[in-house]
């Protein structure tokens, strides 16, 4: 799905109203709507007797034949293809927002992991695949009016999930392979940002299966909306805010032709609206609170979609001139991540120090201004705030990540990686420490190490056959030691085991 939003004075009306997902921030009135919601997974709203505030449990009868291992290699399979094939967003406070938010909606599965990924894309889209992987584009962040929308399409998409829905549909189909159906899945979601290179993993993998055998029908969107708003509100977050997102589409809708078939089933229609507003208000009404980190990685996404770094800077400065002498938290947040785009760095770091003096407690606003310092040549202001921020918040990645990188520019690799190998063990991480790794490894004098660590940071890429080299690099080393030797022969054989499909 993309769209083109309201012209950027509409917005500052607003002040911190949605932005576009697009790659430009001000477009013409005349709005367009690509609403792709088959691949999006974000299907008809269909009406229900009742609310049900439990978990449903309808999708299981028909799922048995598919072990949940086997689930899980078919995700794992299926991501590998997503991270070859797709550019992912690896900002940590973008990536560990969107996990921690999934995570809490999906807490009352407890017989699954999840994982949630951002796609760079301005188009509006979701996609709920094997193995439990959610993927959000970073235009649908962008255009949500409140964290209770984000979280609704979240939920929809871990609803198809719980009821095992792509199992049921794996099951039923003709593919002999594990493999097979992990590219047929892969190239359905490429296709939604890559048309010609979705269509070439499919034709690879599919051995003729249409794509119309992966959709959803109407009896599994229905069990997917009762459980997806069962599982909003067992998350402590408002239903209300599926039937006002839907709302807001069907007005967009007016102005768009029908989108390609494979990426659409129904548009948003007024009953489904009302389905949906029927339902939500079956609910109590709760208070809730939005999390603070909720409008600043909106502000961050907007500013990375934006067509050039001016545009981003003229929509921001707008929306903090529109706020007086009260500017929105997000709107100044959104500004400094602009002029650090446009290399205004001495700009930017007044706008940061003036947050982290109105706002200690966020994490966000420290990264960001180190970052700014450190382009500015103030590597030693930058190493300073960094260590400060790290005792004072440990397990917040993008600060530990950033400080790893400064310890090492400041000539001391060794301090550098024993932080990030202590961070590495007690935290779910990502390739980019990996990277980090290899990097003070590389200048604390270690190449058998650094290879080993790269090894890993291409495996989480999904470039098994260059984890594989940087493994055969260091095997190489005529210093390597028996424990790493050791090390590298054993993942050497998983990966190649892996690769070989008997993993």
Do not use: C
Not at 414 to 432: C, G, I
Not at 446 to 462: D, I, N, T, V, W
């Amino acid at each position: 799905m993309s769209f083109a939003p309201p012209s950027l004075e509409r917005r500052v009306s607003s002040a911190s109203g949605p932005a576009s997902p697009g790659r430009r921030l001000t477009t013409a009135p005349a709005a367009a709507l690509a609403v792709a919601l088959a691949a999006a997974g974000m299907y008809p709203l269909m009406p229900a007797t009742a609310a049900d505030n439990r978990l449903p449990d309808l999708g299981h009868a028909g799922g048995e034949t598919l072990t949940r291992a086997e689930e899980e290699r078919l995700g794992e399979a299926f991501l590998r293809q997503i991270r070859r094939g797709l550019r992912l967003v690896d900002d940590p406070e973008v990536v560990d927002y969107i996990d921690a938010l999934g995570q809490r909606i999906a807490s009352a599965d407890s017989e699954r992991r999840y994982r949630f990924l951002v796609v760079d894309a301005p188009s509006v889209n979701a996609f709920a695949g094997p193995g439990g992987i959610i993927a959000l584009n970073a235009g649908l962040v962008t255009i949500t009016e409140s964290e209770n929308e984000l979280a609704g399409v979240l939920a929809h998409e871990i609803a198809h999930v719980t009821q095992r829905h792509l199992a049921q549909l794996m099951e039923r189909s003709e593919l002999a392979s594990l493999t097979a159906l992990a590219s047929v899945f892969a190239g359905i979601l490429l296709a939604t940002q890559n048309p010609s290179a979705g269509q070439a993993v499919l034709v690879a993998g599919t051995a003729g299966v249409q794509q119309s055998a992966l959709r959803y029908s109407r009896e599994k969107e229905m069990e997917a909306d009762r459980a997806g708003m069962a599982l909003l509100h067992q998350a402590g977050f408002d239903p209300r805010a599926m039937p006002a997102f839907f709302q807001r589409f069907q007005e967009w809708q007016r102005f768009t032709a029908r989108p390609p078939e494979f990426l659409s089933t129904h548009p948003v229609t007024l009953s489904r609206i009302a389905d949906t507003l029927g339902r939500a208000e079956r609910y109590e009404p709760r208070a809730y609170r939005e999390s603070a980190d909720y409008p600043l990685v909106r502000a961050k996404l907007r500013v990375r979609l934006a067509d050039k770094p001016a545009t981003a800077i003229a929509h921001f400065e707008a929306l903090v001139q529109a706020g007086g002498a009260n500017p929105v938290e997000a709107d100044r947040y959104g500004l400094a991540i602009a002029l650090m785009g446009a290399g205004r760095h001495e700009e930017a770091s007044i706008v940061l120090e003036e947050l982290r003096r109105d706002f200690p407690d966020r994490a966000a606003h420290r990264t960001a201004a180190a970052e700014a310092y450190s382009a500015l040549g103030d590597e030693a202001r930058a190493l300073d705030l960094l260590a400060a921020s790290v005792d004072r918040f440990p397990d917040h990645r993008a600060l530990v990540y950033g400080y790893g990188l400064a310890l090492v520019r400041a000539g001391r690799a060794e301090d550098a990686t024993v932080l990030l190998r202590k961070f590495q063990r007690e935290h779910k991480t990502d390739a980019t420490i990996f990277r980090l790794l290899g990097l003070a490894h590389q200048r604390a004098g270690h190449p058998a190490a650094s290879h080993l660590a790269l090894a890993e940071f291409h495996y989480r890429k999904g470039d098994i056959a260059s984890a594989i080299r940087q493994l055969d690099i260091a095997l190489q080393d005529p210093a390597i030691d028996d424990y790493r030797a050791a090390q590298a022969e054993a993942r050497r054989q998983q990966l190649m085991d892996e690769r070989a499909g008997r993993g």
